[in-house]
């Protein structure tokens, strides 16, 4: 049972990942400049769709998160990944109608394929700390954007330390609306 839910979950995972970067035009599979880069009027059009006219968010004082940061190359949780982890885990257990997707964030270093791998590793990493800390699983999808979503376009260690997150993105339940509780 356990092996048909973890292969069903991975398939799950596989089956989103391709749904977001397909329907996104995220580059990684985008014929685009050729680079594996989008063009900075591609990443606007994307920014544009998922944010529309605000600002990429910022869960540091502007919402109910705090988003979860990541050393270099790493989707290990240090101490105050932990501490903002709790804290989290404090709210989800508050507001148990929330849905959330882990968003993982890397880095403009490294290839596109591995920091499309390294956001999920990060994502998951956080999912399985959440589900240890008695969130429902079926209440947390994950995705990764990989490098393609900065929240700083910076190219020095500040901007790269600020990108290397998990973004906790809140949906309401809406199963008894008629709809499936995604977002």
């Known amino acids: 049972m356990k092996s048909a839910t973890s292969l069903l979950s991975h398939s799950f995972l596989a089956l989103t990942l391709?749904?977001?970067?397909t329907l996104s035009g995220c580059s990684w599979f985008s014929s685009g400049s050729g680079d594996?880069?989008?063009?900075e009027s591609e990443l606007e059009a994307q920014r544009e769709g998922r944010f529309g006219s605000g600002?990429?968010?910022s869960a540091e004082g502007e919402g109910m998160f705090?988003?979860?940061h990541f050393g270099f190359d790493s989707y290990s949780l240090d101490d105050q990944a932990r501490s903002d982890l709790a804290s989290n885990t404090r709210t989800l257990k508050e507001q148990s109608n929330l849905q959330i997707t882990l968003e993982g964030h890397t880095d403009e270093r490294g290839t596109v394929e591995y920091n499309m791998?390294?956001?999920?590793?990060?994502a998951r990493a956080v999912k399985s700390a959440l589900v240890a800390s008695g969130i429902s699983g079926s209440r947390i999808d994950t995705v990764s954007y990989g490098e393609e979503i900065p929240l700083d376009p910076g190219h020095d260690?500040?901007?790269?330390?600020?990108n290397r997150r998990v973004h906790f993105a809140v949906g309401h339940d809406n199963q008894n609306a008629g709809g499936n509780g995604k977002y």
Do not use: M, N
């Open 66 to 68: 705090h988003d979860i």
């Open 117 to 122: 791998a390294l956001g999920a590793e990060r």
């Open 55 to 57: 600002s990429i968010p």
């Open 157 to 162: 260690e500040v901007a790269w330390a600020k």
């Open 36 to 39: 594996g880069e989008l063009s």
């Open 18 to 21: 391709t749904s977001v970067v």
